[in-house]
């Protein structure tokens, strides 16, 4: 098992700037891929950002990229959302998950996370 924890979100202007944390424990020696996910009211969840063990890489959607970036602390077992020049429409509660199996090219699909945290609500007024 795998525990998620996220903090950092909250209520800013746009323009402004925030990071989440997400603090993983338990077996994370087995999460191979972690990713960012965002859902506002009345959607779906959607893809932000991820990291993948294998090769390193990092992911991110067309929409934040440019603006946001992801980021690991291994010895902390934590990762980091930088969200820059936020935006109304980045308007969503933010979740953390870890998959335990790296499916390749299917990092932006939530299907393939094993576990999720709790969320944390990101507000961004106009």
């Known amino acids: 098992q795998v525990q998620l924890a996220e903090s950092g979100g909250g209520l800013v202007q746009a323009g402004g700037s925030l990071r989440l944390s997400c603090a993983a424990s338990?077996?994370?020696?087995?999460?191979?891929?972690m990713g960012w996910f965002r859902q506002a009211p009345g959607k779906e969840r959607e893809f932000v950002a991820a990291?993948?063990?294998?090769?390193?890489?990092?992911y991110l959607a067309d929409s934040v990229k440019g603006r946001f970036t992801m980021s690991r602390d291994y010895a902390q077992n934590t990762v980091y959302l930088q969200m820059n020049s936020l935006k109304p429409e980045d308007t969503a509660v933010y979740y953390c998950?870890?998959?335990?199996?790296?499916?390749?090219?299917?990092?932006?699909?939530?299907?393939?996370?094993?576990?999720w945290g709790q969320g944390t609500q990101v507000t961004v007024s106009s």
């Open positions: 990291f993948r063990r294998r090769g390193g890489n990092t």
């Open positions: 338990g077996r994370t020696f087995s999460t191979y891929v």
């Open positions: 998950a870890a998959a335990e199996i790296d499916y390749s090219s299917t990092y932006y699909s939530p299907n393939i996370y094993d576990y």
